[in-house]
């Protein structure tokens, strides 16, 4: 079975630019959940998509938004990007959502630059 | 909110070693679950072991267990016989039961090295 795919693997844009990241989470999974990581701030939720309606959102502007397909696909897109928001965003996926403790699949991560 | 904490930035260990790395955390939640995810230089996240707070018995997996104190809100993973495929960042993370989400909250990470 493949394992949680994130496209692309490296990105460098300009501020003020936007940009939209993929993720295609293990097939049958539902819930995908996506993460900044830096150096300084460590691994941020930054929100959770189920049946693809946003579950939960973490402390990001609004220039951070997502969805999600029907096919359980989702993509995360930052607007007007700022040097701050250079960091690895790395895309989780789980059977489902809720109470119980499924194990989060991770994917490699895209490592965004902005110049 | 829940907090996560790892106060211990880097370790390193003898290859065939056992070291420990600590991990506390604040919740006001009774049922939730922990984790501890290994993060190798090639970035893929992997989970190392999972706890269910509500489970009295520690989990182990292979070389890998943990010393869950539910009272005291800590949650160590020991690692034993170490391999030099152990180096990598290690985070713990809390996953409450409350609202219904799969949010993980992560602590900031160990960085682990296994030296030869």
Not at chain 2, 7 to 20: I, K, L
Not at chain 2, 50 to 57: D, I, L, N, P, V
Request: hydrophobic share 30%.
């Amino acid at each position: 079975k493949a394992g949680v795919t994130q496209t692309p693997r490296y990105l460098i844009k300009t501020r003020g630019q936007q940009v939209t990241l993929s993720c295609s989470p293990i097939s049958g999974h539902r819930s995908v959940s996506w993460y900044q990581q830096t150096p300084g701030q460590g691994l941020q939720f930054l929100f959770e998509y189920f049946s693809e309606t946003q579950r939960n959102k973490g402390n990001f502007p609004g220039r951070f938004s997502g969805r999600q397909f029907s096919n359980s696909r989702s993509e995360m897109n930052v607007s007007t990007l700022e040097l701050g928001d250079s960091a690895l965003y790395l895309c989780a996926s789980s059977p489902t959502s809720g109470t119980g403790g499924y194990i989060q699949y991770f994917g490699a991560g895209t490592r965004l630059s902005v110049l | 909110a829940q907090t996560v904490t790892q106060s211990q930035p880097e370790m390193s260990v003898q290859e065939a070693e056992t070291v420990t790395l600590s991990c506390t955390y604040d919740t006001s939640e009774n049922n939730y679950y922990l984790f501890w995810y290994k993060q190798p230089p090639s970035r893929q996240m992997i989970l190392v072991i999972r706890q269910e707070a509500y489970k009295q018995q520690n989990a182990t997996e292979n070389r890998f267990s943990v010393n869950f104190q539910k009272a005291a809100k800590s949650f160590s993973l020991k690692i034993s016989d170490s391999q030099l495929g152990d180096t990598a960042m290690y985070f713990c993370a809390f996953k409450g039961t409350q609202g219904g989400s799969e949010k993980l909250v992560f602590g900031k990470g160990t960085k682990l090295t296994v030296n030869p």
